[in-house]
């Protein structure tokens, strides 16, 4: 069964920059993962960064300028470069996709920034 897999996280200072990563395992092709998500302790999961299907990307307000997602079609991966980051971009990252049918969560990520 394929599923997203998520990687790249980790615990970095504030200001620091981090570079996610989610692909496919098992049928690379069966999902095509769009979209990050997050969730910090103690407050809902928000979207960071998606493709949608018009091939525009809307970013959260709270990312903007310093977050970029990208994508290597030949791979169906997709990368969430985080630059300038903050402690409050603690959380656990999410990555989305979508077979058209349904929607897949990855199993998520801790992103830690310090102060």
């Known amino acids: 069964q394929a599923q997203l897999v998520e990687s790249g996280g980790g615990l970095v200072q504030a200001g620091g920059s981090l570079r996610l990563s989610c692909t496919v395992s098992g049928s690379i092709f069966s999902i095509n993962p769009m979209a990050w998500h997050r969730q910090a302790p103690g407050k809902q999961r928000e979207l960071v960064a998606s493709f949608i299907s018009d091939g525009s990307i809307v970013y959260g307000d709270s990312v903007k300028g310093r977050f970029t997602i990208s994508r290597d079609n030949a791979k169906n991966t997709i990368y969430l470069q985080m630059n300038s980051l903050q402690p409050e971009d603690t959380a656990v990252y999410y990555c989305?996709?979508?077979?058209?049918?349904?929607?897949?969560w990855g199993q998520g990520i801790q992103v830690t920034v310090s102060s």
């Open positions: 989305g996709g979508t077979n058209h049918r349904n929607y897949f």
